[in-house]
């Protein structure tokens, strides 16, 4: 067949027009999971020596002070970050103990803008602040600020635009109080509050009795501004030293049980751990609490300061890693029981080698470099109270995670043994590219900000659309299974003195989909999806 001249022509021009790329097809999931775009790295960079260090360069300038916190506190350290503004990237906030905490606005590439909340701390014996949690207490999706100082926590919620409306305090006791963990105990769908105290606050937070403090289980009735106290449990005659608290499923029963780590192993009669088992709520709505620490191998002596959770040993069970004075701790499930690990899973900081006060505080356990297996990135700091001050030449320590369990320490070879003291630490991808972020700070001069360049590896990040008074979903579940491996992870708010975003994020290595996906919601709703795509946001939505 023989074609016109003209024919010819056209063809000719219509074979010259570049084509364009069919677009991808669109991702299949069951109702309430969405896929985000898939994130690609044009430049990935493998193995853990990756980070540099930005915090100036990025706009955090915020110089930290415990000032005028407790004597011997680490007031001014503590960090949290969190999507505040709504805008779908991780912004930041660090403790101010007068006022309204440094709150810093995320561009969506990991750079920042401080923004004014423009309130001062005010009220009954509250006017310091040591800690600040991040959590959506009304159900407008925005994280709303509690914070705990001595003799008091206080609500403060989110206005948005990265502002909060002055906070309403709520008296205590007359104690230090640096940490908390919200989850829902009582299971009515709002977020219910563990308040350890460290020691009285009277004496202006010097040495504090033998016999430390109470726990204090706080009920929200609803609505963030009425509060109950369930409990003032003193676990084994004497009070505790605390400034760790996670609420945890520890039994796989369904609802929130509460582990209290305790500090100062050297003070005359203080008490080991207490692991506080829920077995369901008595007549009146009140979660029935039991300390059954010394019959599950958790009531261990030591200073603890932080806590991270994830199922280490992939059976299905929640494990528990803390930071302590000399070597960190690791507790991993084995039947009704846990195992104390730390020697076999090389756990012995190098700062070890050189001051025998070294001591771990703030800590996660995430995969840092994309390799599948969880890294343990750690601040540095001295025991608090300690006799010498605020000590130097401690540094921060990071743990890799090696196949088949356990780590090895690389803290020399990321740099991070540089001498200064620090308590916070939050991880996330706030630069957007799928590699999670490390963020340290101490309670003098500014923070750290380690950048972290994105990789070859797979992974998901998975943020949860919750419903009622919980919106973030805390205290929910997911396990994600993908080449021939099993991840498990609970969602947690503050954790000591750092508190990483209300996301899911896991490293998954060389694998190219998840084959199966399953979310449980804290009030038991399952939800499940197969053959999800990596490299990118997933959104579960209830």
Not at 178 to 192: E, K
Not at 216 to 223: A, F, P, Q, S, T
Not at 231 to 238: F, R
Request: contains cysteine.
């Amino acid at each position: 067949m023989k074609l016109s001249a003209a024919a010819f022509v056209f063809a000719l021009a219509l074979s010259a027009c570049p084509t364009e790329e069919p677009p991808p097809p669109p991702v299949d999931l069951p109702d309430g999971f969405e896929a985000g775009e898939e994130i690609l790295c044009a430049d990935p960079v493998d193995g853990i020596d990756r980070f540099t260090e930005e915090g100036l360069e990025r706009g955090i300038t915020a110089e930290l002070s415990p000032s005028p916190g407790p004597l011997g506190s680490p007031a001014g350290a503590p960090v949290a970050a969190d999507d505040i503004d709504g805008d779908g990237d991780l912004d930041l906030v660090f403790n101010r103990t007068v006022g309204a905490p440094y709150t810093y606005l995320n561009d969506g590439t990991g750079h920042f803008t401080e923004i004014d909340s423009n309130w001062e701390a005010q009220g009954q014996g509250g006017s310091i602040l040591m800690n600040q949690v991040l959590a959506d207490l009304n159900g407008d999706h925005l994280p709303d600020l509690v914070l705990v100082g001595p003799g008091a926590f206080a609500v403060s919620f989110n206005l948005g635009e990265g502002l909060f409306e002055p906070p309403t305090y709520f008296a205590v006791a007359d104690e230090i109080m640096s940490t908390m963990a919200l989850g829902d105990l009582d299971g009515d769908g709002d977020l219910d509050m563990s308040l350890p105290g460290i020691q009285v606050a009277g004496n202006g937070g010097g040495g504090g009795p033998p016999a430390g403090t109470p726990d204090r289980i706080y009920l929200n009735e609803g609505g963030a501004l009425d509060w109950t106290m369930a409990y003032e449990i003193v676990p084994y005659d004497v009070g505790g030293f605390s400034i760790s608290t996670v609420i945890t499923d520890r039994d796989n029963d369904g609802d929130q049980d509460v582990f209290v780590p305790y500090d100062r192993v050297g003070n005359p009669g203080a008490p080991p751990n207490a692991f506080y088992r829920n077995d369901g709520n008595d007549a009146d709505g009140v979660p029935i609490l039991v300390n059954d620490a010394e019959e599950t191998g958790t009531a261990l002596f030591m200073s603890g300061m932080g806590i991270a959770g994830t199922d280490l040993n992939e059976d299905g069970f929640m494990d528990y890693c803390m930071s302590n004075t000399g070597s960190q701790i690791c507790l991993l499930s084995s039947d009704d029981l846990f195992i104390e690990v730390s020697a076999s899973y090389g756990l012995r900081p190098e700062g070890l080698d050189t001051s025998s006060d070294w001591s771990g505080w703030s800590l996660e356990l995430l995969d840092l470099d994309g390799d599948g297996w969880r890294d343990m990135p750690m601040a540095g700091g001295p025991p608090l109270g300690s006799s010498g001050g605020w000590l130097e030449g401690q540094g921060d320590a990071l743990f890799h995670g090696v196949p088949g369990g356990g780590f090895e320490e690389v803290t020399s070879l990321v740099g991070w043994d540089v001498p200064r003291t620090h308590f916070g630490l939050a991880v996330g991808d706030f630069e957007g590219d799928g590699y999670l972020d490390v963020v340290i700070s101490g309670n003098t001069g500014p923070p750290q900000y380690w950048s972290n360049p994105c990789g070859s590896g797979a992974w998901t990040e998975v943020e949860l659309v919750g419903v009622g008074e919980n919106t973030g979903g805390f205290g929910a579940r997911l396990t994600v299974e993908a080449g021939g491996r099993r991840h498990m992870d609970e969602l947690w708010n503050l954790r000591s003195l750092g508190q990483s975003p209300s996301r899911f994020h896991v490293g998954l290595g060389d694998v190219d989909v998840i084959d199966r996906m399953e979310l449980i919601w804290p009030d038991g709703t399952v939800m499940e999806a197969t053959d999800v795509p990596v490299r990118r946001k997933i959104t579960i939505t209830r």
